[in-house]
């Protein structure tokens, strides 16, 4: 029997309160707008420089899951996936275990670091000893506005 997922929440910061160890999930998302790259201008001694109001790279993003049917050591496996032409962007794998199959186990998972290939959709899915068990979409969009920080 495959474990189940009862929940999955892709989000830019996933805390665990140590008291009580209760998540906190801080930042969900399920869509992206992706902008293009500022040109960097040389310094007088050669070096490329950026704008502080051009730099938009947020940390890695986490996903938080809490599974049940969970029976002794599983190794998943999450990847990230573009679904435009299927191919594997970044993937990570780690063990769970649980001696008790009803019993609910939540995890948060740092996911790697990567880049989005451009518009269009992509999967976070999540495999349980080889086995799909979960998906969760994320949409791609380009974000043509002239929108900017101040310095």
């Not at 199959?101 to 451009?118: D, I, K």
Request: include cysteine; glycine fraction near 4%; aromatic fraction near 8%.
């Amino acid at each position: 029997m495959l474990p189940r997922i009862q929940s999955m929440i892709l989000a830019e910061k996933v805390y665990q309160d140590v008291l009580t160890r209760q998540y906190v999930i801080a930042g969900t998302f399920n869509s992206v707008k992706l902008r293009k790259a500022q040109p960097a201008n040389e310094s007088a001694t050669g070096q490329r420089m950026v704008a502080v109001k051009d730099v938009r790279r947020a940390g890695n993003p986490w996903l938080f899951l809490s599974i049940t049917e969970l029976q002794s050591e599983v190794q998943f496996t999450i990847r990230i996936v573009y679904l435009v032409d299927n191919s594997v962007i970044c993937e990570t794998s780690f063990p769970l275990s649980s001696q008790d199959r009803l019993a609910t186990v939540e995890v948060s998972v740092p996911l790697p670091s990567f880049s989005f290939r451009g518009p269009g959709h992509y999967a976070v899915e999540v495999f349980a000893a080889d086995e799909m068990i979960g998906s969760y979409r994320v949409s791609a969009t380009q974000d043509d506005s002239d929108v900017s920080i101040d310095e």
